[in-house]
């Protein structure tokens, strides 16, 4: 029998504990795997290296069903390669992979440069910033450049200012999360828009872009994806590139915490290792939910077909059996080490990208993360005044209070 949280309802706990809600429990217990009643649900709640392994092996689990509504339909949505299982996910991924592979990134690294440069001169005008708000503008700047669109200055604030309140209301009931959907709205009619006007020729894009690529792509029956459909997959490839600001932000306060590696990163051999330990320690996604669809038995619980399960994305970075002195901000443990296929490194998901619902914009992410670690740590100068750092554990994603204000000098 595997430890039960002795509450008869946790779905408020979960949101007031956050990231916490697994691990603490797990701590408790002495244990990787117990179960809890969530929002009137029976779940299992898992953590850890090993656990991650179980819940990463293809096709074991769908993720249909297995994330509140209101919360997966800012995530990914409906009818989004999420949604898919089996042969038609295989088939919707390859398009994606084959969009993100690290191969097909090309210039993306070189325009996060430049957007984020110019940003950078405008933040330093006004000399201090939010630096998680102020972010989404050039990332959103360089990644619709990137997938082939032309957008006026005033569309690259509008769309960066829907992105953002989409991610900040996914972890969330009630106000944060019915913005986030009212904005999503205005997003999809202008992705459905785009798409109309690629297909009917009216809008130009490079051949091979992103949003050639998308426009273009037919189903397993060979028929062209439905405009709602393919609109959803082009957000898809925007608004979580666009959430790196949130990575940009925690590579700005691991250099505030860590001052030491403002200067070790003027070696280029040090720049990844950083990358992959912010993305280790620092909260993002807390927990991804899948539902059984082929049974099995794992710890001698018995995961039957429909049972709910939630791993325990951030604590697994933090698995003392995984991960030595897993508090501490050790970039060295890096070297020499391949985060693809690190046990325990689940911060976008596990398994192999092509075989799982393990997040395609990896790469994406790593890149621009390591362009934005070089330009603050060797190109920018700036300080951070006096501000409540702290990271309220139930705010989902993780934002410290003061949405992390830098005074950029020049
Ligand atoms: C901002 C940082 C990001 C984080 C923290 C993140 C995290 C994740 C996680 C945890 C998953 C789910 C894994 C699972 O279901 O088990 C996921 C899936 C996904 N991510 Fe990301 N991601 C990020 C950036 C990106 C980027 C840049 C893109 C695209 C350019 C992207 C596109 C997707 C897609 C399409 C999926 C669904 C894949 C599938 O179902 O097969 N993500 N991501």
Redesign the pocket.
Known sequence: MIPRDPSLESGLAVLREGYDFIPSRSRRFGSDIFAARVMGREVTCLTGAEAAAQ??VPRRFT?QGALPAPTFSLI?DFG???A?DGED?RHR?AL?LSI?APEALGRLPGLTEHHWRRAAARWAEKGEVSLFDASHEPLTAA?TEWAGLALTPEEVRQRAREFRDMVEGTGSIGPRNWWGHWQRRRTERWARGTIEGIREGRLGVPLGSAAASIAAHRDREGRLLDVVTAGV?LI???R??V??A??AMFIAMALHEHPEWQARLAEEEWVDPFVQEVRRLYP??PF?G?IVRQPFRWRDHDFREGDWVLLD?FGTGRDPAAWEAPEEFRPERWRGADWVTRPGF?????GEHAM???????W??VEQMKVIARLLARDMRWDVPPQDLSLPPGRMPALPRSRFRIRVRS
């Open positions: 819940f990463y993720r990914q989004s390669v999420m898919l996910h991924k994606l993100l990644i997959e898809n490839i925007l979580p590139t959430a790196n949130r990575w993002f996604i991804m899948g994305l689940v911060p976008h998901g596990g799982t619902h393990r997040c395609p914009g990896e994406v992410t």
